[in-house]
């Protein structure tokens, strides 16, 4: 480890721990659409009336909802209609998730390079979670594709403050280092900061641990067999590890080697792509 990434982990670290540093915040849109929807009376008019102060992400939910990925068999074309066939918590994720889109966005052109990079990563692996766990497991597709978007999160904070600091600014490889080892911890504080539901809480730290045994599938499995997949004929040093070595893929119920049933679910993970991105 270089001496800049050694001295600015430790910076950071300590401000973590210190609660010093700060952490990025929700949208306001999709902070009403979550508060809306944790109310039992809320009906689905109001939720219709937060979207709605939206115009970008009506659309944009409203083209998720006539995808192949949800099957509609009517063509919907309002957000009335949208939230109907979704459902209030289902729209609040999926909402949620569409809306974070915005928080990856910097003003010098390195770090807002660097950001839209893992959102697009973020949207591919959400992408791929949300056709994983509707075909191998019994979990939320709407939880698994928020878990997908939220798996980097926690390097948000390290773009923002790299953008104060030249010197790290334009040394890369501390960057890239620094980003590493802190992400998944930052991730994990800033979900608990959203209060984001307990399952997906810990997504950011755990899809990286390779030995983990939770006895059975859960969103972080998801995540961390999408998260692979992603990364798979690529140079990244996750490419290189031994999948018949890494328990999420028996979890999930799916063969490492099953080159088969990915190439069948391909055009499914591309459209998922395609709509969240």
């Given at each position: 480890?270089?001496?800049l ?58 083209k ?10 009517q ?7 949208a ?35 893992v ?9 791929i979670?949300?056709v ?13 594709t ?11 904070p ?17 960057l ?36 983990r ?20 004929d ?7 590890l031994?999948w ?15 080159d088969q ?17």
């Open positions: 480890m270089t001496d990434a050694l001295r600015v982990q430790e910076e950071l670290i300590q401000a973590i721990e210190r609660d010093q540093l700060v952490l990025p915040t929700l949208p306001e849109v999709a902070l009403r659409i979550r508060e809306a929807a944790e109310d039992p009376d809320i009906g689905i008019s109001e939720l219709v009336r937060q979207i709605s102060t939206d115009t970008a992400l009506s659309a944009r939910l409203i998720v909802v006539n995808s192949p990925l949800l099957r509609s068999r063509e919907i074309t309002d957000l009335s209609m939230v109907n066939r979704l459902g209030i918590v289902y729209t609040a994720n999926l909402a949620t998730g569409l809306a974070m889109a915005q928080l990856f966005q910097a003003t010098t052109d390195v770090i807002d390079r660097k950001m839209r990079e959102w697009a990563r973020s949207t591919e692996v959400a992408g979670s949300h994983l766990c509707q075909h191998y497991t019994r979990l939320k597709p709407d939880q698994a928020l878990a997908g978007l939220v798996h980097q999160i926690g390097v948000l390290i773009l923002s403050y790299a953008e104060e600091h030249s010197q790290l600014l334009n040394d890369s490889i501390s890239g280092i620094i980003i590493d080892q802190i992400h998944p911890v930052l991730g994990d504080r800033i979900l608990a900061a959203w209060d984001f539901p307990e399952p997906l809480r810990h997504v950011p730290s755990q899809h990286l641990d390779f030995q045994n939770p006895g059975q599938a859960d969103y972080a499995d998801i995540v961390q067999v999408a998260m692979l997949q992603s990364l798979a690529s140079d990244h040093p996750h490419a290189q031994d018949s070595e890494i328990s999420s893929f028996d979890r999930l119920g799916l063969d490492p080697t099953g049933e990915q190439e069948d679910l391909s055009a499914e993970m591309e459209a998922a792509m395609l709509l969240l991105g």
